[in-house]
């Protein structure tokens, strides 16, 4: 029997947005290391043009483009015979968001990444979806896009394509619930009294993952999870009630779940985006990734702990979004970007952050802005909304 794939396999096109990024940058290790498999057809970045320009020749990319107007004739000037083409502006993202590919893989981080992810979508693209927050923000006016133009969505989170692994569509009425686990990033052991002072540089140490540093803060909150119980929310077909989180340090098993029967499905592995990526690439199939293999003998020990929602109230926050629908999450979602820049930049303080998205969802109620969301345009003035109103707040708060 052949090991090898189909020799008819044609390969496949590749579109990948924040390929300058943590997942970008994994991503295309995945694809160096099976070269006949992929056809790179564009790669979107944003500041970093020197790592774009080398990215787009070392494997063949039609185009580069920065979503940075400015950086056009820099990047034009680093392609310069390659054969490769430049391109710069949010327009040029759209364009390339559109070009014929199999696949896109969404990577850019935040809100900003919603609207080329969308372009591609309505292309019918099928979409590898790292960007949590394209689903936390626009839910289910995302869906809709990805419906009415029969786009496949394949989820990167490590935690959900371990549950999308594992999750019996034809069995969802006997699901109970989802288990997503967490490490509990690099404060779980650290008190309440503790988590006043904590520097940005203390928490971009994640203890597992080397990631982004808007992913790594919100790891540290715990936001990350809160926004992931949101996305799993969107991504099966289980109410809020049936989605859980637990903490996790080894980060070995990615999630679970549970069955009507008492049975728990998990998918293990060691803690490596390329594993999830090459699954959302390949899929249906699978192919073969470099990524060290797991020894749970040289492991020795799983362990698991309830989440502390009194240190860490943002799975809560966000549950409570789930809760309150409409709008509330994009609300939430915006405003905890703000609050990560603000800590990152050193005008609050950690617990602030926190803090900061809950205070702008309790004025977002007090003043009747979560309503409900059917439109690209009512998603846009919740984000603004709660970006306006975090940004005022924060301003409040270091004067
Ligand atoms: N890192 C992980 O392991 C991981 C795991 C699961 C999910 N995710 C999710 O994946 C997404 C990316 O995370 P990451 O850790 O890879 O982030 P990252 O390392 O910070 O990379 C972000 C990417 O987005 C690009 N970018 C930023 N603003 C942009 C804009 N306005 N237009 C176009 N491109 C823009 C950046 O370009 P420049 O660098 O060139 O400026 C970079 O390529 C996030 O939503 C995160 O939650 C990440």
Redesign the pocket.
Known sequence: MSRGRPEAERAKTLTI??????????TLDVVAHQPDRFEVVAL??????D??AEQAIGCGAQIAV???ESLYGALKGRLAGSGVEAAAG?QA?MDASRRPADLIV?????A??LK?TLAAAEQGTTIAL?????LVCAGDVFKDVLRKNGAQLLP???EHSAVFQVFEQPQSEQVERIILTASGGPFRTASYDDLKNVTPEQALKHPN????????I?SATLM?KG?ELIEAYHLFPVEPSQLEAVIHPQSIIHSMVSYCDGSVLAQLGVPD?RT?IAYALAWPSRMPTPVERLDLAKIGQLTFEPVDSDKFPSVDLCLGCLETGGSASAVMNASNEVAVDEFLSGRIGFLGITELTRAVLDDADASGMLGTMTSLDDVSEADQFGRGKAIELARRLHT
Request: proline share 6%; net charge negative.
């Open positions: 947005l924040g390929s300058t990024g943590s997942v970008g940058c994994s979107v970045g944003n500041r970093n043009i790592l774009l920065t979503a940075d949010l993202v969404a990577a850019i981080v935040g900003a990444g080329p790292a960007n949590k927050e394209c990167v989170d490590s993952w080397d990631m982004g540093p808007k992913i790594t919100d990350n926004l985006m999830p």
